[in-house]
């Protein structure tokens, strides 16, 4: 059977502050969401813990009288054990142009003082999140699809995987779309990831999380007194994205407005910082989503159609779950074995039980739902087997007594590969040369698995 590999033990947060109160605020606040922390007084004392030990995330002021940020960060990513760990740089709101050099000379991220604490958590889970299904795809632990998150073979997903590969090249604006939860920021990266600006900025802008002019300062920065509060100027996470990707989540939700500016962002290469009569040039690839029917939008007189055409060049349709139904047993087992992980458990697999009960769910929530239902079983179930009753009631029809006396029954890799196989041949119609290119593989080893589970 197939055994889930354990990872190593959480690795913590590094801390770097010369500012003791701000320090412990950072160091209680963290402690709080459960992350481990270690702390450290100046950039010179993160460096010297650094040679000592590994870090899952480094989380640092630029300011600071003994070696600043900007010279610790350098020095970290020069070499040695954390040359690879993210680091998110913190910086005063109005000193934007420090982040962008901090982004430029290697920072996953950045964070403006005063900082906003729920950001601040989703930026440092995203940097734990990416640093550990790095070190785990390097570690063998993972395939490419599913170290980038991109776990399914069906039909609808693999127009997908094929959108992802001939757009990533391109310098031409995509739109994502697809219901909530699909996974539209996963494909964005897939994007970011394949394409010529993989090792420049990307930055995630969620348009529903900001108020309008809120979102609009923080895109395209604002002068000094353009409005309450902005006591100095400060660039915008346009400028600070400059030769990088701008992923702009929830695009439909923007006031006419915004799109307005937005589309000269993106035609043009011009930004115009709030209350500024001059406009900078910045070089950024756009790439967009929303879970709104944008055409119904500019038909409503909600959305511009210029921008729609503008950022509709390439479209990519995310499936929902419901439509691409045979790769729920591999995303089970992905989601299953991602959170073993992460939380130390040690788990074989799931059982058919198991399986039957999420595939009679029709997940509204899509991925996401899942990603949620197996994290929680996971981390609640005591057995070496993930089963129907390790998972949150799905509202799922009861079990027939067939079904319930086979319920129990262990579910390894192997079943879940032969699944895989007999979905692939089941859309093909038997053509094996057809199965093999769905699955991704060659018709010599197609004819292998056929052989080993007796499928011939």
């Known amino acids: 059977m197939s055994q889930i590999p354990q990872a190593p033990q959480k690795m913590p947060i590094l801390i770097v502050d010369d500012d003791p109160e701000h320090l412990f605020m950072l160091k209680t606040v963290l402690s709080d969401w459960g992350h481990p922390t270690v702390t450290a007084k100046s950039g010179r004392e993160a460096l010297d813990l650094g040679k000592g030990r590994a870090f899952g995330l480094i989380l640092m002021d630029v300011r600071m009288r003994e070696v600043d940020g900007l010279s610790a960060l350098e020095e970290f990513k020069r070499a040695g054990r954390n040359q690879n760990t993210p680091v998110v740089i913190m910086t005063a709101y109005s000193k934007v142009e420090d982040a962008v050099r901090a982004l430029k000379a290697g920072a996953y ?14 930026t440092v889970n995203r940097a734990l999140e990416h640093h550990s299904l790095k070190e785990e795809k390097e570690a063998g632990l993972w395939t490419p699809g599913e170290s980038e998150g991109l776990v399914g073979s069906s039909p609808a997903f693999r127009q997908v995987l094929n959108m992802i590969d001939l757009v990533a090249g391109a310098e031409a604006t995509v ?13 964005a990266r897939a994007i970011q990831r394949k394409s010529p600006r993989a090792d420049k900025p990307f930055m995630v802008i969620n348009c529903a999380a900001l108020a309008e002019n809120l979102l609009e300062a923080e895109l395209f920065g604002h002068e000094r007194g353009a409005f309450t509060g902005a006591e100095r100027r400060r660039d915008g996470r346009l400028k600070a994205a400059d030769g990088g990707t701008v992923f702009l989540d929830e695009i439909g939700e923007t006031s006419p407005a915004l799109q307005a500016k937005l589309l000269r962002a993106i035609q043009e290469g011009e930004i115009q910082p709030l209350g500024s009569d001059e406009t900078e040039k910045v070089d950024v690839r756009f790439l967009a989503a929303t879970n709104r029917d944008l055409s119904a939008e500019v038909a409503a007189g909600r959305f511009r159609e210029d921008l ?14 419901r439509d691409r139904a045979e790769d729920l047993p591999a995303l089970a087992h992905y989601f299953t074995r991602r959170y073993a992980i992460k939380n130390h458990k040690e788990v074989k697999g799931l059982t058919t039980g198991a399986l039957r009960l999420m595939a009679r769910h029709q997940w509204p929530g899509n991925i996401r739902e899942l990603q949620n239902a197996v994290e929680r079983a996971v981390i609640l179930m005591r057995g070496e087997y993930l089963s129907e009753n390790d998972l949150p009631d799905l509202g799922a029809a009861p079990l027939s007594p067939e079904q319930s006396a086979a319920a129990d029954l262990p579910l390894n890799l192997d079943d879940l590969e032969k699944m895989a196989v007999e979905n692939a041949l089941t859309h093909t119609c038997g053509n094996k040369t057809q199965a093999a290119d769905l699955l991704g593989i060659t018709r010599k080893t197609l004819a292998a698995k056929l052989k080993k589970y007796g499928l011939e």
């Open 109 to 122: 991220d950045y964070l403006t003082k005063p900082l906003d604490l729920d950001l601040m958590r989703l």
């Open 308 to 321: 729609f055409w503008r950022l509709n060049v390439v479209g990519i349709a995310v499936p929902p779950l």
């Open 175 to 187: 739109l994502i779309t697809g219901e909530s939860g699909v996974g539209k920021e996963v494909v």
